[in-house]
């Protein structure tokens, strides 16, 4: 049967390695991908992983019907075998009723990969939605890490390393960019506490937990 499949973790778990992998092994075997991505960081039509590997993508704009696109290709003969759709979270909730469709009426799997939430901890509507949607929601198996070592199961947005709780839901960007805007994974602790590694460092080397031997 085939499935609707959502895979979903932190940002920098190796989502996009896993999306590059499963198309890799499909088309060693001569099936036929249809890649979709949104605002990849690498640059429109690309899916990229931090691993240096790239492929060229369809670039899903707002209003695009990814159903439509999909039965227009194979109708002028283009062959599909498997779906992937790459930073999902960025898709429209009813771009993800599309892929869905896609499934039951084209008999077509879809793996699509995202984050779940966003800088606040608040889903992002396209990840809503595959969450209602998905035959399977997978965690990816490679964890990152927080800096205090615990699995890191959100995202903070940073400005010069300390986090922000205000802003747009979505700001394209990455990890470790200490002078500008970027992110970094935390654990629920140090996320609530809002405690990145630049915060934590300059707190220990604050004078109050300094051991300070008497005048
Ligand atoms: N230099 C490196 N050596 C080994 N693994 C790396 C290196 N750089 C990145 N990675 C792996 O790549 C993962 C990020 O992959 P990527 O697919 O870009 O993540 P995502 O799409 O989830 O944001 C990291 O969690 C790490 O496992
Ligand atoms: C948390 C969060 C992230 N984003 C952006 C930042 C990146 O461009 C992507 C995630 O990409 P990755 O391949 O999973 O690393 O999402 C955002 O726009 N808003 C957010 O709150």
Redesign the pocket.
């Known amino acids: 049967m085939p499935e609707l499949v959502f895979f979903s973790g932190?940002?920098?778990c190796g989502?996009?390695t896993l999306a590059l992998q499963i198309e890799h092994n499909r088309s060693a075997r001569g099936l036929q991908g249809m890649i979709f991505t949104r605002?990849?960081?690498a640059g429109e039509g690309k899916l990229s992983s931090r691993l240096g590997l790239v492929t060229d993508a369809v670039e899903v704009a707002d209003g695009m019907d990814l159903y439509a696109y999909l039965v227009d290709h194979l109708s002028q003969g283009g062959r599909t075998d498997y779906v992937i759709a790459d930073?999902a979270?960025?898709l429209a909730p009813e771009q993800i009723d599309q892929l869905a469709r896609v499934v039951d009426d084209l008999g077509l799997d879809v793996y699509a990969f995202?984050?779940t939430?966003?800088?606040?901890t608040k889903l992002f509507p396209g990840s809503q939605r595959l969450v209602e949607l998905a035959d399977r929601v997978e965690v990816l198996q490679v964890e990152a890490l927080c800096w205090c070592g615990a699995r890191a199961t959100h995202?903070a947005?940073t400005v010069g390393g300390q986090m922000v709780v205000e802003g747009a839901?979505?700001?394209?960007?990455?990890?470790n960019q200490a002078d500008t805007v970027g992110?970094e994974v935390l654990c629920r602790r140090h996320h609530r506490r809002r405690m990145t590694a630049a915060s934590a460092h300059a707190a220990a080397l604050s004078p109050d937990v300094l051991p300070v031997s008497p005048a």
């Open positions: 932190t940002m920098d989502k996009s605002d990849d960081r930073e979270q960025f995202g984050i939430t966003d800088f606040r995202n947005r839901q979505v700001v394209v960007g990455d990890v992110y």
